[in-house]
């Protein structure tokens, strides 16, 4: 080593072979973590399975290949609640047997949680899977208000005549929504 590089190591408190023996200043540290284009397929294929709910046709068939296309290319927000808005109508039209509600708001619902954390990452990224573990509780808690309206939509389906009952069932979601609201707004230690 030259001379004035070893009076500039002697400066900065060791020589470049000390150097490079430091720990480093920072360090990462990351789990188990799955490739982006594994969830945006995912997505991809939730929609999929969504409008084969909703609708049988050749047309709806490509209404939801449409729909689940657009989402894996792009999930932003407005795209997924307007492909899930286009199913829900094509369902709408077209209704099928009382499990049919249920599973689409699912795989809906599954959709645009998903959808949420895909838009996040760039196409080359990686999700670790503390981050989808982290967003477990809040889902079930939603898909349970959410289960239970769709649960309640079929069993007052054509019992206008029957106020009390409507007005049971709605107290009844209610309580329910009150219960995973608090229980989401309360934090965890």
Do not use: C, K, N, Y
């Not at 002697?10 to 973590?33: E, I, N, Q, Y």
């Not at 284009?37 to 209404?63: D, K, N, S």
């Not at 838009?119 to 349970?144: C, H, I, M, T, Y």
């Not at 649960?151 to 009844?172: I, N, T």
């Amino acid at each position: 080593m030259s001379a004035p590089r070893q009076v500039l190591a002697a400066v900065r408190g060791g020589t470049r072979a000390g150097h490079a023996d430091r720990p480093p200043r920072t360090s990462l540290r990351a789990g188990p973590a799955v490739p982006a284009l594994v969830l945006r397929l995912a997505l991809t294929a939730l929609l999929l399975g969504a409008g084969g709910l909703a609708g049988e046709g050749p047309t709806q068939w490509a209404i939801a290949a449409a729909v689940a296309g657009v989402a894996g290319v792009r999930p932003h927000a407005a795209l997924l609640a307007t492909g899930v808005g286009a199913l829900v109508a094509m369902l709408a039209l077209a209704p099928g047997p009382w499990w049919e509600l249920p599973v689409l708001v699912l795989l809906t619902h599954a959709a645009l949680r998903l959808g949420a954390v895909v838009d996040a990452v760039s196409w080359q990224g990686w999700v670790e899977l503390g981050v989808l573990r982290d967003a477990l509780p809040a889902f079930v808690g939603v898909q349970a208000v959410a289960q239970g309206a769709a649960v309640l939509a079929l069993l007052l389906d054509g019992a206008a005549p029957l106020p009390w009952l409507v007005v049971g069932g709605v107290a009844a979601l209610a309580a329910l929504t009150w219960t995973v609201v608090l229980q989401l707004r309360t934090p965890t230690p």
